[in-house]
T-cell receptor
Framework: DSGVTQTPKHLITATGQRVTLRCSPRSGDLSVYWYQQSLDQGLQFLIQYYNGEERAKGNILERFSAQQFPDLHSELNLSSLELGDSALYFC??????????????FGEGSRLTVL | DAKTTQPNSMESNEEEPVHLPCNHSTISGTDYIHWYRQLPSQGPEYVIHGLTSNVNNRMASLAIAEDRKSSTLILHRATLRDAAVYYCILRATTGANSKLTFGKGITLSVRP
């Protein structure tokens, strides 16, 4: 158990719909990262937040957005869903600089299926 | 991000050592070498990281070439549970505030 909690574990929805994925980081971790993993693209970095502020942006579509709340949990919003958005979405967290090894702790993922 | 190159796959026998190679010829002086692995149906998990010196922990050892252009992850006695995709990643800092860029990794199969 990494200490990172993601909900829901599975989600099935239709094209054009909107979904929200939730991530609770490990206690005390300030950074949250979102990754998308599909069969043909591998693990793709989407976005990172640090203590509520956006820190880095990767290959995140304009239809996707994220935020980190004051209690440090994060949500990834996916809208106007397309078939190609079907993937595993992972959240990871890491601690403040200088704490531990700086390793990322990943959740078990949310599997999104768009029909 | 500096790039790493790994073989696509490797097979090993249970209880034998496994050496997983990684090339990173464009590594910069501030890049740390990180290894993560992803077991089937799970999120990635940290394995080990290093800068210049060889490193050991309870999971594995990391051998880093003197010129730092390559490294090898060593699993001393492979178990069936070690079958996973192993990712070699360069990271600019050990701090918490830099992302990881995953490549395709190497798929390790372990034969009983």
């Amino acid at each position: 158990d990494s200490g990172v909690t993601q909900t829901p574990k599975h989600l099935i929805t239709a094209t054009g719909q909107r979904v929200t994925l939730r991530c609770s980081p490990r206690s005390g971790d300030l950074s949250v990262y979102w990754y998308q993993q599909s069969l043909d693209q591998g693990l793709q970095f989407l976005i990172q937040y640090y203590n509520g502020e956006e820190r880095a942006k990767g290959n995140i579509l304009e239809r996707f957005s994220a935020q980190q709340f004051p209690d440090l949990h994060s949500e990834l919003n996916l809208s106007s869903l397309e078939l190609g958005d079907s993937a595993l979405y992972f959240c990871a967290s890491s601690g403040a600089s200088g704490r531990g090894t700086g390793e990322l702790f990943f959740g078990e993922g949310s599997r999104l299926t768009v029909l | 991000d500096a790039k790493t190159t790994q073989p696509n796959s490797m097979e090993s026998n249970e209880e034998e050592p496994v050496h997983l190679p990684c090339n990173h010829s464009t590594i910069s002086g501030t890049d740390y070498i990180h290894w993560y692995r992803q077991l089937p149906s799970q999120g990635p998990e940290y394995v080990i990281h290093g800068l210049t010196s060889n490193v050991n922990n309870r999971m594995a050892s990391l051998a880093i070439a003197e010129d730092r252009k390559s490294s090898t992850l060593i699993l001393h006695r492979a178990t069936l549970r070690d079958a996973a995709v192993y990712y070699c990643i360069l990271r600019a800092t050990t701090g918490a505030n830099s992302k990881l860029t995953f490549g395709k990794g190497i798929t390790l199969s372990v034969r009983p």
